[in-house]
């Protein structure tokens, strides 16, 4: 199977279905509920896709260029950019569609919002550290130069500082939201992963065992190619969510608010005189 074949039958395919989906439930007045549109949903999706091609090149590159993974030169049309063949790009810019197009039906069609939990400052600091501590983890695995865990650890290392981000931010709103959170990240993983698994047996790319911990998933495919649609799809989600929350939104405009009275004060501390002018 080529590399465009895979992403024609695998994620452009389903992509056309949900935006047919989403024709139809816009002509039926479906919408989202309306604390998921603070904005458009093609302004969020773009700007996820964006961040995956920014975000994502260098490290893949990276891959590539140390052979954690390689591709068959016979599967692809051989332009290249960096060590990536055009391809892989291509699927930076499709994965984001197809998850957040993914969540956003779900939104549509489920009831997906749930209670805002109290002590949301102490859940935010608990999951980011969490997620602090397994990246510590990832770095000394990496730092210890123990081979078989380069690819865990490169992807680790690599996926969980956005996360942490993201949990920091927002941890108790995604807890408001963690029905569409688990619908999204669990289906997505389990097709994609299930994809992979077939482009790997018939060959379009190769995981280096050399690199990898050689745990194995449905038979081929390896642990950290699951965990890496896990870690993306999980990325993917959290950023979406967080964008469409109105919830989001007021806690920004919050913080700013507080920053901006924090530099006020501190003018008027630094010059007393301004405060008898006026």
Excluded: C
């Excluded at 190769?206 to 890496?228: K, V, W």
């Amino acid at each position: 199977m080529t590399y465009f074949g895979f992403l024609s039958v695998f994620l452009v395919a389903p992509i056309a279905l949900l935006l047919a989906a989403a024709v139809v439930d816009a002509r039926q007045g479906r919408r989202l509920p309306e604390a998921l549109r603070s904005w458009p949903t093609w302004v969020i999706i773009l700007a996820h896709a964006v961040i995956a091609v920014v975000y994502t090149t260098p490290w893949d590159n990276y891959l590539v260029a140390t052979r954690v993974w390689w591709y068959d030169p016979k599967l692809v049309t051989g332009v290249l950019i960096g060590y990536v063949p055009i391809e892989e790009y291509t699927f930076f810019v499709l994965q984001p569609i197809l998850t957040g197009l993914w969540l956003m039906f779900l939104a549509r069609h489920l009831s997906v919002s749930g209670q805002m939990i109290e002590r949301g400052v102490r859940i935010r600091r608990t999951a980011t550290i969490a997620a602090g501590v397994i990246w510590l983890g990832a770095a000394a695995m990496l730092a210890a130069g123990w081979q078989p865990g380069t690819y865990l650890g490169l992807l680790l290392v690599w996926a969980l500082p956005p996360v942490m981000l993201q949990l920091a931010f927002g941890a108790d709103i995604l807890w408001r939201y963690r029905r569409l959170v688990f619908l999204s990240i669990v289906p997505m993983t389990l097709y994609l992963s299930a994809a992979d698994k077939l482009a790997i047996t018939t060959g379009t790319w190769t995981i280096n065992p050399e690199q990898s911990l050689n745990i194995f998933l449905l038979g081929r495919l390896p642990l950290e190619e699951f965990l890496f649609f896990f870690m993306t799809n999980t990325l993917i989600t959290l950023g979406v969510t967080l964008f469409a929350a109105a919830e989001s939104q007021v806690r920004i405009r919050r913080w700013v608010a507080r920053l901006l009275n924090r530099r006020t004060s501190r003018v008027d501390v630094a010059h007393p005189e301004k405060l008898v002018e006026n």
